[in-house]
């Protein structure tokens, strides 16, 4: 595997252990440091790429799969360690994240540029992306829910403790986790099938993951290092953030969910799809 040391077999790591998304096809691509990394698509056409949060699996988009899908390509990843992807002894930090989004676009095998969706962690990562291989590839970002640098630290929203949380009662932790993403009412099914997928990745895979040893000047230097078109969709404890980013950037638009959770895509699937569609059809710079 050209020096990814894996955790277990591979047909143990890949197995169908992860429900099946009904929204997308499962391909897995290989990375540079060899590496067996799973997404879904759908759709044919121009391409959007949606990258998860912390734990998250590829399948906690599929309502913008299925939407996207019907008229561009949709792709979701499952990052290292996430979702059907192979858990790797190394690589939960933000440098190697971001050098498996790109090589996620190398093995997509087309040269045209892509809009990056990142949600949470996913943000940071389509930063660390941005930062590291710039925006050649890029025809619009969309960073959802999660800070970007700007102005004060916000709220830390109850991370102190949460890591301890972790280490003292794992599952509970998640599972509560899971549970406070969403405003909404879920079926204990799903909710069940996204905690079951956010526990497959080792717990120091995850802290880790908690723990990028980047400055909030590294993430505020990404995002103002392209003019590409920018939506950043969030919550009120953002607002500030965002409205800094669209003063300060030349092609930034922000819009505010009032009622949603963090997962605000699911909670206001119909709204953030149909915010989404006038992103990509009235700003995206696609070439």
Request: with cysteine; proline share 5%.
């Amino acid at each position: 595997m050209h020096g990814v040391a894996a955790l277990a077999s591979p047909a143990l790591l890949l197995g169908c252990t992860q429900p099946a998304s009904a929204a997308g096809v499962s391909r897995f691509f290989e990375t540079s440091d060899g590496a067996r990394l799973h997404y879904l698509e759908a759709g044919r056409g121009k391409t959007v790429v949606f990258v998860p949060g912390w734990c998250m699996p590829a399948f906690i988009w599929d309502q913008q799969i299925t939407h996207v899908g019907a008229r561009y390509r949709a792709i979701a990843l499952d990052p290292r360690g996430q979702g059907r992807s192979q858990i790797t002894r190394t690589g939960y930090e933000p440098a190697r994240r971001g050098r498996d989004i790109n090589d996620l676009l190398e093995a997509l095998g087309r040269s045209e540029q892509v809009v990056l969706v990142g949600w949470s962690l996913g943000v940071l990562d389509v930063l660390s992306y941005l930062s590291e291989f710039g925006d050649r590839r890029v025809a619009g970002l969309v960073l959802v829910d999660n800070s970007i640098g700007e102005g004060d630290r916000p709220p830390s929203g109850g991370r102190p403790t949460f890591i301890p949380s972790l280490r003292r009662a794992r599952e509970a932790t998640v599972a509560g986790f899971v549970r406070s993403m969403y405003a909404t009412s879920q079926s204990q099914t799903y909710l069940d099938s996204v905690t079951q997928a956010a526990l497959r990745m080792p717990l120091d895979a995850s802290i880790s993951l908690l723990s990028y040893p980047r400055s909030r000047e590294f993430w505020k230097q990404a995002v103002y290092s392209t003019r590409k078109p920018v939506l950043y969709a969030v919550r009120p404890r953002f607002v500030y953030q965002g409205e800094l980013l669209v003063r300060n950037h030349p092609n930034a638009t922000m819009d505010v969910y009032e009622n949603a959770g963090h997962a605000l895509f699911v909670d206001e699937a119909a709204r953030f799809n149909a915010s989404l569609d006038d992103f990509l059809i009235r700003k995206t710079e696609w070439r």
